[in-house]
């Protein structure tokens, strides 16, 4: 289980997280309202405006595998129209976020716990990389490839990460690229490799069935 101070740690960090919304480019519409409710919700009171999925985190195991848990529009209805978004993300030794982007929404990335190697790809191909420590923030602009990686080999990471959209969404390169029934031929002429090399590709990110 997570330690009291590692839980204290945790706490604060959420309320900071909280406080750079304001920092973020908001990516969506205006509404004409003071908020957006859902066609199957019929009464609004005090729990529309709550989202408890992080209260597991509180006193979370800590992370085998690269976890995400979001607060987006999908998860808590009420972000609709907000401009807000949140997320946090867990890295256990050794884990990435494979290169991603947001199309909806800039990312500003705060590091709570550990060290994490960070990347982003501007439009001119110009990678751009930063070792973070604790404390430390990144800027992920919208619609630009992005990428995390905790090189620590014993030890976990855990960041937070704002969104200017109740609906940021993530295009997964690896997904996307290999997972999505493009033919292998024309894969193996983009990448300038064999068809036999996309084929092995595609078996690696293939999720195994149930």
Same mark, same amino acid.
């Given at each position: 289980?997570?330690? &009291? ?40 009171? @005090? ?5 408890? @999925? ?22 808590? &209805? ?20 494979? &290169? ?13 716990? @550990? ?65 999505? @029934? ?29």
């Amino acid at each position: 289980m997570a330690s &009291p101070a590692f839980k204290h740690e945790f706490f604060i960090a959420l309320v900071l997280a909280l406080s750079v919304f304001q920092m973020t480019s908001a990516g969506d519409p205006d509404i004409t309202s003071d908020f957006v409710v859902p066609p199957n919700v019929t009464a609004v009171d @005090g729990n529309f405006f709550t989202f408890t @999925g992080m209260r597991a985190l509180i006193s979370m195991d800590l992370s085998t595998a690269f976890k995400v848990t979001k607060a987006s529009a999908a998860e808590f &209805p009420a972000l609709n129209g907000q401009s807000v978004s949140m997320a946090v993300l867990e890295y256990s030794a050794g884990s990435v976020s494979p &290169p991603h982007m947001h199309p909806r929404a800039s990312e500003l990335h705060f590091l709570l716990y @550990g060290s994490l190697e960070v990347g982003v790809v501007d439009t001119a191909n110009k990678l751009f990389t930063q070792t973070l420590q604790s404390g430390d923030m990144f800027i992920f602009p919208k619609g630009l490839v992005h990428y995390q990686y905790n090189a620590n080999a014993t030890d976990i990471a855990i960041a937070f990460s704002a969104f200017g959209s109740a609906s940021a969404g993530t295009v997964s390169l690896p997904s996307s690229v290999f997972t999505t @029934g493009i033919d292998s031929g024309i894969l193996a002429k983009s990448f300038k490799t064999t068809v036999s090399t996309i084929e092995a590709l595609k078996l690696g990110l293939t999720p195994p069935k149930a």
